[in-house]
DNA sequence: TAGGCCATCTGGTCCT
DNA sequence: AGGACCAGATGGCCTA
């Protein structure tokens, strides 16, 4: 971190005014010289130390602003996935999914149901009935891979649009037949359900 | 205590 | 010129 621009800087950046002297006095100064001398040097050395100094707080001044606009930034950006991990499927332990997790899981969220619609609407071709999307039969098969207890209601008693939670893994809506090749991710476990993702 | 995650600061780059 | 975006650095907190 560059001490200079560090908040926890002196009044010297803040306040280059107040205290004139203290803040530049040291700037090339220290080695005796003639009083003139001096004089001269210090009138010169604050004609130039002051205009350094109006840059430096000009500088200073847009460098917290700018720190402003950042974590303004950041919060903008962390509310966008605190409202992300709203719509994705809750996991029981109610651990928040960090950042990256959650971006991931958003990913293969959003492949699985569109998986679900292909298949429902492959399935309803080849039967004539009308297309089943979001089946909780097709999510919950329990002879399909990573189907442990989990369990998707859409008219549920936990959430009306949100999936209800998997008793013993996270949030995955269960996989039907199909989706056999699907596995689970070395890093990520069930939480992710599409392959090549990374 | 090491490692993961996070917030924040910072300087660079690009865009308006 | 100023703002947005980005990536690197740093330090704090938490957990295994």
């Given at each position: 971190m560059d001490p200079v621009f560090s908040d926890t800087d002196t009044s010297c950046d803040l306040f280059p005014h107040t205290d004139d002297e203290d803040c530049r006095g040291s700037v090339g100064g220290g080695s005796p010289q003639p009083e003139h001398h001096q004089l001269q040097q210090k009138k010169r050395r604050r004609g130039r130390g002051r205009s350094?100094?109006?840059?430096?707080?000009?500088?200073?001044?847009?460098?917290?602003?700018?720190?402003?606009?950042?974590?303004?930034?950041?919060?903008?950006l962390n509310d966008a996935l605190d409202a992300l991990r709203g719509v994705l499927p809750a996991f029981p332990?109610?651990?928040?999914?960090?950042?990256i997790e959650t971006l991931r899981f958003a990913h293969n969220y959003i492949w699985a149901l569109s998986e679900t619609i292909r298949i429902a609407?492959?399935?309803?071709?080849?039967?004539?009935?009308?297309?089943?999307?979001?089946?909780?039969?097709?999510?919950?098969d329990s002879s399909s891979p990573g189907s442990d207890g989990c369990s998707w209601s859409s008219?549920?008693?936990?959430?009306?649009?949100?999936p209800a939670y998997c008793a013993s893994s996270p949030g995955s809506p269960a996989a039907p037949e199909d989706?056999?090749?699907?596995?689970?991710?070395?890093?990520?476990?069930?939480?992710?359900?599409?392959p090549g993702i990374y």
């Open positions: 350094d100094a109006t840059a430096h707080v000009v500088k200073k001044n847009r460098r917290l602003k700018a720190n402003d606009r950042e974590r303004n930034r950041m919060h903008n332990d109610e651990t928040k999914l960090t950042k609407d492959l399935q309803a071709g080849k039967s004539g009935d009308p297309p089943l999307l979001l089946s909780p039969s097709l999510l919950t008219s549920g008693s936990s959430s009306s649009s949100s989706y056999r090749f699907l596995q689970q991710d070395p890093v990520f476990g069930f939480r992710s359900f599409a």
